[in-house]
């Protein structure tokens, strides 16, 4: 779907090298001369697997069927009560000398108008469709999300703006108060639609690893674009809410302050705003919860119960590792509630530890080496090495913080006894153990270095 109708019209009338000779054929349905005379405008969407069914389902006729479709025309997606494509003509024709205001409106509803119709094109050309392919429709639902309720608010957003779009006067017309209204529609629609997207994308490019659906886009879409767009779709959403917001702003700036949408626009702004840090906060939660996905599949010996709701990731990096006989170069991996390491493979890691904040904490050993610092645990203790003074920091800023924001959650429950554990000793290598610790005595032949923790009584 392109901006508005009429440019849809046009393409197809400027360049017919671009349609089959099937969909040549019903061109004239949409001719200049009969354009006037049609009741409701509508989308002319191309059916490239075959005729349409009354219901508007894909038809099961083969590609290469030309009899079907030399009986039927491509598929219509009708939008009920789509206002005249002619709306820019119109109020030009009304107002003559058009105010920035009654532009920028201009311009809020054709994006609004294209961006229904992509909803529409997402929902009706590939959703549904692939929910009826069994080949295809095994992880359907985590591709689209809610994409189904985006449409719904949309389309009840698109019939709003008609209205005032189709009564439009420079002079007491608002959209303030429209953004102020469906403010917390759209951000309640559009939460849920941010938090999949980023494992949208990641569920659709492994989908589009598969035998099954590469056959199915291939039967369904013809060209080399068709892994791209239903990518292109799926992203609308991300950026609509952004385009909202600045079309608002430049709205707002051009309304004179006694113009009676002017303090309409600056509640209609604030509102907006509000939803877009809530989006985007939901879109950053989204992709912190797909990448401890990433991670855990990133293992060999995947751990099992680990993607969990409140576990965030942070960071990761390499550290080199204190180990008894050498110094080892360790992948780890951060998250709100614990911290992992593992050894590096050729494309992925083996898990070594699972070691949580609850009972960990940091002792800087700068003194030994200036990059060094020591991880305490019940689990096991051991000594780490930075490639530098700022990344050692760095891990020891963001497990500090992540510690007490456990700590703090922790508290508010009551649960304090759970601070209450041992930890286990630092492993000392065996080239820095010289003598025992206990008799101070050295090491020999006959005095063999054993590693173990005192048990002191109080």
Same mark, same amino acid.
Request: with cysteine; glycine share 4%.
């Given at each position: ?16 090298? $671009? ?79 058009? %105010? ?34 069994? $080949? ?55 939460? $849920? ?56 702003? =430049? ?5 004179? =302050?006694?113009?009676? %949408? ?17 989006? !985007? %906060? ?11 996905? %990433? ?52 494309? $992925? ?37 930075? !490639? ?9 800023? =963001? ?60």
């Amino acid at each position: 779907a392109e901006a508005s109708v009429n440019q849809i019209f046009d393409q197809m009338e400027e360049t017919p090298p $671009r349609l089959s000779s099937q969909e040549r054929a019903f061109v004239p349905m949409v001719s200049p001369g009969n354009r006037a005379s049609m009741s409701h405008r509508t989308l002319i969407i191309g059916n490239r697997r075959g005729a349409t069914g009354g219901d508007g389902e894909l038809g099961t006729s083969p590609p290469g069927d030309t009899a079907a479709l030399s009986t039927s025309p491509p598929k219509t997606l009708q939008m009920e009560n789509l206002p005249e494509p002619t709306l820019r003509s119109r109020l030009m024709e009304q107002f003559p000398e058009m %105010d920035y205001r009654c532009k920028v409106a201009i311009e809020v509803f054709e994006t609004e108008q294209t961006y229904v119709a992509n909803l529409l094109q997402m929902v009706r050309d590939f959703l549904v469709p692939l929910r009826k392919e069994p $080949r295809t429709n095994k992880n359907i639902e985590k591709i689209f999300g809610n994409v189904e309720e985006v449409y719904e608010c949309n389309k009840t957003m698109f019939a709003c703006l008609s209205h005032i779009m189709d009564n439009w006067s420079p002079e007491t017309s608002c959209l303030g108060t429209f953004f102020s209204q469906f403010g917390p529609l759209i951000q309640q629609s559009y939460t $849920r639609y941010m938090e999949n997207y980023p494992h949208a994308i990641a569920v659709l490019r492994k989908a589009e690893k598969s035998t099954a659906f590469a056959a199915w886009m291939a039967e369904f879409l013809e060209g080399s674009t068709r892994r791209t767009v239903l990518r292109n779709l799926l992203i609308t959403p991300v950026q609509r809410i952004p385009r909202y917001n600045l079309l608002m702003t =430049d709205m707002f700036r051009h309304t004179p =302050d006694t113009h009676v %949408d002017h303090v309409m626009l600056e509640q209609g702004l604030k509102v907006m705003e509000e939803v877009a840090h809530v989006v !985007n %906060d939901a879109i950053d939660l989204g992709e912190h919860r797909q990448k401890v996905k %990433d991670v855990r599949d990133g293992f060999v010996n995947k751990p099992s119960g680990f993607v969990i709701p409140h576990r965030v990731f942070i960071r990761e990096g390499l550290l080199k590792k204190i180990c008894r006989k050498s110094v080892k170069v360790r992948a780890f991996f951060l998250f709100s509630d614990i911290l992992i390491y593992g050894s590096q493979m050729t494309n $992925r890691y083996l898990l070594h530890q699972i070691l949580s904040l609850k009972h960990l904490r940091l002792i800087d050993t700068a003194q030994e080496d200036p990059n060094s610092f020591q991880i305490v645990t019940p689990t096991k203790s051991f000594t780490v090495v930075a !490639n530098s003074i700022s990344n050692k920091v760095e891990w020891m800023l =963001d497990i500090t913080r992540n510690i007490q924001l456990w700590k703090e959650k922790v508290l508010k429950l009551g649960l304090t006894s759970i601070f209450d554990n041992k930890e286990a000793p630092v492993w000392i290598p065996d080239s820095q153990a010289i003598k025992c610790g206990i008799c101070d005595e050295p090491f020999g032949f006959v005095r063999r270095r054993v590693q173990f923790q005192l048990e002191y009584s109080t």
